[in-house]
């Protein structure tokens, strides 16, 4: 889509009485949010270059024109993370569910204080119904466990500190 055609859309939504506005054609999207402040513009790259003349459907909102987007805050871990030099950090290596324990009846792998090898299991990440057993990676004693029971994490979020040996 040419920026010329992306402006005159933009012009077209501020004009109107319309809260929002989402076009999708050939892999390429565009979405479009009146704030109170003006037009917000949030488009997909694609590679693919849409032709001028394709047929877009306009409905209005039922919301009234100064509506305001939600902002989006990223999860935050549940302790912060010290940065020392010294300590292993053994990170989740997929997003999804974190749990301690292979039960909720049972004790959990690690806690803080105990000694580790490099084979030792340390949590369970849960993705899509597979129960993914993480280990340690490292030996040494477990100095931290950033995240809690149940929370959910990202790939490359830092799950516990480690004190190598």
């Known amino acids: 889509m040419k920026v010329q055609e992306i402006r ?3 012009k077209l939504v501020d004009q109107s009485n319309i809260s929002e506005f989402v076009f999708e054609n050939e892999g390429t999207k565009i979405k479009l949010k009146k704030t109170e402040t003006g037009t917000v513009l949030h488009q997909a790259a694609a590679p693919e270059v849409v032709q001028a003349n394709a047929a ?8 009234p024109a100064s509506v305001v ?5 990223p999860a935050k871990p549940a302790a912060a993370v010290t940065e020392q030099e010294n300590l292993h950090k053994i990170t989740s290596p997929m997003v ?11 004790p959990a792998y690690v806690k803080t204080g105990d000694k580790v090898t490099g084979d030792s299991i340390v949590c369970i990440v849960e993705a899509m119904k597979l129960f993914n057993e993480i280990e340690a990676e490292v030996s040494g004693e477990i100095v931290e466990v950033l995240v809690k029971e149940g929370q959910l994490v990202e790939y490359g979020q830092p799950l516990f500190l480690v004190k190598p040996e």
């Open 8 to 10: 005159e859309i933009i």
């Open 56 to 63: 877009v459907e306009v409905k209005p909102a039922a919301a």
């Open 69 to 73: 987007p939600k902002a989006v805050e």
């Open 96 to 106: 999804g569910t974190f749990y301690q324990s292979p039960a909720p009846d049972s």
